[in-house]
């Protein structure tokens, strides 16, 4: 069996054509600076973040709802803390509440169900903003909701679905040779979802663990597939990750929820890449549709570039000079999970 120092050194020898690979989530992005990889491997191999950071791309004109909400008489919006410094059109979450508006940071949306019983004279909304991975907690929020009979809580969505995400990438960012495919969401809808993608773009998806042996393991799984000019889907992470996913999670998706086109900020519509309300779930949807898709970037921001794998945060212009987490200008500064904010935690360490 070979081991990690023959990997290593086979990576870091490794001299050939420029080989571009995209991690999707944001966890890979701060397990990959944690683990030092980049200095384990050959220049030649580019690590680059993808799309996978669910605040990064939700649209200006959700947050400006949620903002509009905030601001309206005996109305309350409830969150998780990430979206309070993310820009709409005009203003933030955290700028909505210091001119007046209501607005709670959460840690899960079950503490909705508690607040809104506590407090019937407030109609409050929940802002659902993921991936799959969080999807399923606000079909039990909407369960809860009904067998509740709760009448003052409702959800505004922006739940966005990987692989729509991932067709659009390979489609259009011809550059990219392969993917790790984000494991928290693979979690959820199963490894099998990227055999296709595999397939019919011929670039490797593989599936891998957080730790900075699965990481390396899953860049020399790549780089072998390449080298024989192979290109198919594996699961290096089948400790979390099944064939099909996790059919209780799936199962309350589908009950719920149905997959509609949306927009993604940054990059623009895409097919059947986020996921609404079922029409008989719509009472409890705050007005999830929108007509139109108004964005106005920040000047000079790059969030589109970066989530595209075009450039990395440190080719930005603004990158820890203009913007930085204390005054972040784009989405991918504010977010946990966004590439941006997660290379200015750890610049010098590229
Ligand atoms: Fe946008 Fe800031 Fe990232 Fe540049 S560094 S792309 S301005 S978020």
């Known amino acids: 069996m070979i081991t990690l120092q023959q990997i290593t050194r086979e990576l870091k020898e490794y001299d050939g054509r420029e080989i571009k690979i995209m991690e999707v989530c944001g966890t890979h992005t701060s397990s990959i600076f944690k683990n030092g990889i980049r200095s384990l491997i050959s220049p030649k191999i580019k690590l680059i ?17 949620l903002v509009d909400i905030s601001l309206k008489e005996n109305h309350c919006v409830l969150t998780f803390g990430d979206m309070m410094k993310v820009k709409g059109n005009e203003h933030s979450l ?12 959460v840690y899960s949306p079950l503490d909705a169900v508690k607040i809104a019983t506590e407090d019937a004279n407030t109609q409050y909304v929940f802002a659902a903003v993921g991936f799959e991975t969080t999807t399923p907690i606000y079909g039990i929020l909407i369960d809860e909701i009904i067998k ?31 993917f790790i495919a984000p494991g928290h969401v693979s979690v959820i809808i199963g490894c099998d979802a990227y055999k296709e993608l595999a397939e019919k773009y011929h670039k490797p998806f593989v599936v891998a663990g957080f730790e900075g042996e699965h ?9 072998l597939q390449l080298k024989e000019n192979k290109a198919c889907m594996k699961n290096m992470y089948i400790s979390a990750v099944s064939d099909k996913g996790n059919m209780q999670a799936l199962s309350v998706i589908n009950q719920y929820f149905e997959p509609k086109d949306d927009f993604w900020r940054g990059i623009g519509v895409i097919e059947k890449s986020s996921l609404r309300l079922k029409p008989e779930y719509f009472q409890y949807d705050a007005g999830s549709d929108f007509d139109e898709y108004k964005e106005s970037p920040p000047k000079g921001c790059k969030c589109k570039e970066v989530i595209l794998g075009r450039i990395s945060p440190a080719e930005c212009p603004l990158f820890a000079k203009q913007c930085t987490p204390l005054s972040a200008v784009g989405p991918c500064m504010v977010s946990a999970e966004g590439a941006c904010g997660i290379w200015y935690k750890n610049r010098g360490r590229e």
């Open 215 to 223: 990481i390396l393991a899953a860049v020399y799984e790549i780089f």
């Open 94 to 105: 955290t700028e909505a509440a210091a001119i007046g508006g209501k607005v709670k940071v």
């Open 49 to 65: 973040s993808g799309p996978g950071c669910p605040v990064c791309v939700t649209p200006s004109v959700y947050v400006d709802k």
């Open 148 to 178: 509740k009979q709760i009448s003052n809580l409702k959800i505004l969505t922006s739940l966005k679905t990987i692989t729509p995400a991932l067709t659009y990438i390979c489609e259009n960012e011809k550059n990219i040779d392969a």
